[in-house]
Antibody, heavy 121, light 111 residues
Framework: EVQLVQSGAEVKKPGESLKISCKGSGYRFTSYWIGWMRQMPGKGLENMGIIHPSDSETRYSPSFQGQVTISVDKSINTAYLQLTSLKASDTAMYYC??????????????WGQGTLVTVSS | QSVLTQPPSASGTPGQKITISCSGSSSNVATNTVSWYRQLPGTAPKLLIYSDDQRPSGVPDRFSGSKSGASASLVISGLQSEDEADYFCASWDDGRNGPYAFGTGTKVTVV
């Protein structure tokens, strides 16, 4: 079974940093892009960026460029999302998902279960 | 911020057919395929339609997708109570909103 499993919920104080993980299994991890999405409370999905595990090529959404760092450790089939200088507005659910491709056709499947990040003093 | 525009809500009675629209632009929907996701309350999104009109195995055929130009649609035929969820469209974006654009989301209510 193709699966992405994310790290657990986090509670942080403003100014702190955190790194969320997303471990893939059941498929060749280095063959597919991994995307990270943010979903703020009661809001829609926003793609933060994507990374290819084979060479760590990363493409950030302009809205998140410079605000987050996406990385990967292909030796352990794990992608990461790092957030620094956390603010209350970073409180959200964060999802990773595998970007499947068929030629120029793309879609996200499967998705991780999500990691809830709460930033509060 | 979401680049693709969807109606905020849609509703219907059991058995009815509803249509959810997804409006994009030349950098996304018009030139790249569209996928649709369903998000049940408190759960992660799940793929519903890919490549504009393809259903993954396990998705009932009462869900169908289509696209024309820069607009796409998701049709739910034979609406069921378990279809109450949020629905999002998405597409690769070749422009400044890339790499991937999501819709604003539509809350479906079964009355």
């Amino acid at each position: 079974e193709v699966q992405l499993v994310q790290s657990g919920a986090e509670v942080k104080k403003p100014g702190e940093s955190l790194k969320i993980s997303c471990k893939g299994s059941g498929y060749r991890f280095t063959s597919y892009w991994i995307g990270w999405m943010r979903q703020m409370p009661g809001k829609g999905l926003e793609n933060m960026g994507i990374i290819h595990p084979s060479d760590s090529e990363t493409r950030y959404s302009p809205s998140f460029q410079g605000q987050v760092t996406i990385s990967v450790d292909k030796s352990i089939n794990t992608a990461y999302l790092q957030l620094t200088s956390l603010k209350a507005s970073d409180t959200a659910m964060y999802y990773c998902a595998r970007l499947s491709e068929d030629g120029s056709e793309t879609w996200f499947d499967p998705w991780g279960q999500g990691t809830l990040v709460t930033v509060s003093s | 911020q979401s680049v693709l525009t969807q109606p905020p809500s849609a509703s219907g009675t059991p058995g009815q057919k509803i249509t959810i629209s997804c409006s994009g632009s030349s950098s996304n929907v018009a030139t790249n395929t569209v996928s649709w996701y369903r998000q049940l309350p408190g759960t992660a999104p799940k793929l519903l339609i890919y490549s504009d009109d393809q259903r993954p195995s396990g998705v009932p055929d009462r869900f169908s997708g289509s696209k024309s130009g820069a607009s796409a649609s998701l049709v739910i035929s034979g609406l069921q109570s378990e279809d109450e969820a949020d629905y999002f469209c998405a597409s690769w974006d070749d422009g400044r909103n890339g790499p991937y654009a999501f819709g604003t989301g539509t809350k479906v209510t079964v009355v």
